[in-house]
């Protein structure tokens, strides 16, 4: 039940969770669809954990990361656990270099371990 | 060495066809001596410490090389600088960087080889047309072999400074898998922020490699840590957590737990240790391994 995107972006369910893949530079378009998808879907399917799925991306500022940063907190305060996926080492480092801002930031380097994580922490949630 | 560079050192040397004309018409007087050219080249030799160094142990090394000298004087002679003629020279110059020749012994046997010649030259009387000429050519391709040699020497020891230089940096940062899904990082010695840079991308580069859970960073053998690079180690902690790995800081001495604190650093996000074990107990816990049972008994 993959919703197609018209701006890179895919929403795919799996388990309790929402994954939004994007598949394109993040120009202020595609970050807004990719903002729309994730907090709609995770309202609608009442997903408890949200993956922002950004493997594809090439390239990355401080302030696109800002962005991507706010739309995880925005599906937090949605009540869905979210984390950030994929981001390459090189872009981190730049990141880094631009002293942004990374505090509660949850990531990982792939679907897996970012499934299984977010799994254990929505169980004991409600443990 | 193309042949406009060729024409260009020949003229910073002032060494024209003129000169080599009177190398040449000069050659079959020296080249009829060179054997007793040698013999005296090398009771000059004697008389220092290199000859016992290189020659006293090893009498078939003294024929061989007293063979190739043969052979060298002979193309000198002929003065016909081309790139054969560099070559031959910059050959001379390898060998010489492999044996570690002090330049002091080259450069005094250069010299002392050119007085000797020019002996000879002065003793073969009317053999030699134009004396002072010739002596004075003689002496300036001298100086332009000794140069090509030296140089040689010179760039056979920068290539050897830079890769020691590099295999420094790459060991100065070994980031190490020591168990399934952590990665271990002593840090030895002066950080700078230029090692720090290289230490954030040798790490994020292994975690994307190994995809560790843990990094753990150990500083005991750090001298000293100024609060930039403080900083530094702290942005290295938050880069680890993008890629889903946590940094733990191990080998925290006094010092650095005071620079640490008037950073204003928020210790909360960051764990330390005093000791590499007990970061490696974190370490194994972290990744779902019960220590207690790995001691052993497990009481």
């Not at chain 2, 002679?77 to 570690?100: E, N, P």
């Not at chain 2, 001495?253 to 005071?258: E, G, T």
Request: hydrophobic share 45%.
């Amino acid at each position: 039940m993959a919703t197609p995107g018209m701006s890179g972006i895919t929403a795919t369910r799996v388990g309790h969770c929402l994954v939004v893949t994007v598949t394109r530079d993040l120009s202020e378009g595609v970050l807004d669809a990719a903002r729309q998808a994730t907090l709609e879907g995770v309202q609608s399917d009442g997903a408890k954990a949200a993956i922002l799925e950004l493997t594809a991306v090439p390239f990355m500022d401080s302030h696109e990361f800002t962005q991507v940063r706010a739309i995880a907190r925005m599906a937090e305060l949605l009540g869905a656990r979210t984390a950030i996926v994929g981001l390459q080492p090189g872009i981190i480092a730049h990141l880094m270099a631009a002293n942004v801002e990374t505090a509660g930031v949850l990531a990982f380097l792939g679907l897996d371990e970012a499934l299984a994580a977010l799994d254990a922490r929505v169980r004991g949630d409600h443990a | 060495m193309s042949r406009t560079s060729i024409a260009e050192i020949l003229a910073k040397f002032d060494l024209r066809e003129s000169d080599f004309q009177r190398i040449r018409a000069a050659a079959p007087v020296l080249k009829r001596q060179l054997d007793d050219f040698i013999v005296d080249f090398y009771k000059w030799m004697a008389q220092h410490r290199e000859y016992q160094v290189f020659f006293a142990s090893n009498p078939s090394r003294l024929e061989r090389v007293k063979q190739l000298q043969r052979v060298n004087w002979n193309s000198f002679l002929d003065a016909q600088v081309d790139d054969a003629w560099f070559d031959a020279r910059r050959h001379v110059g390898a060998v010489h960087a492999h044996i570690d020749l002090p330049n002091e012994i080259y450069f005094a046997g250069m010299a002392t080889s050119n007085n000797l010649m020019a002996d000879r030259l002065r003793r073969a009387g009317t053999e030699v047309k134009d004396l002072d000429a010739t002596i004075s050519s003689l002496t300036k391709l001298m100086y332009l072999d000794a140069f090509v040699v030296i140089d040689e020497i010179a760039r056979i020891n920068r290539e050897k400074i830079a890769a020691s230089s590099k295999a420094l940096m790459e060991m100065s940062t070994p980031v190490t898998p020591i168990w399934e899904g952590i990665l271990l990082l002593p840090l030895l010695g002066i950080l700078d922020s230029q090692r720090t840079q290289d230490v954030m991308n040798k790490t994020l580069a292994r975690i994307a490699e190994t995809r560790a859970k843990v990094f753990v960073m150990d500083i005991s053998g750090v001298s000293a840590m100024d609060t930039a690079v403080a900083n530094q180690l702290l942005k290295i902690t938050k880069a680890t957590q993008l890629m889903g790995c946590e940094t733990i800081l191990s080998g925290l001495s006094p010092a650095i737990a005071r620079t640490l604190v008037e950073l204003g650093v928020n210790i909360g996000e960051v764990r330390t240790t005093a000791t590499l074990r007990d970061s490696f107990e974190l370490a194994l816990r972290a990744v779902g391994i019960d220590t207690k049972r790995l001691s052993g008994g497990g009481a």
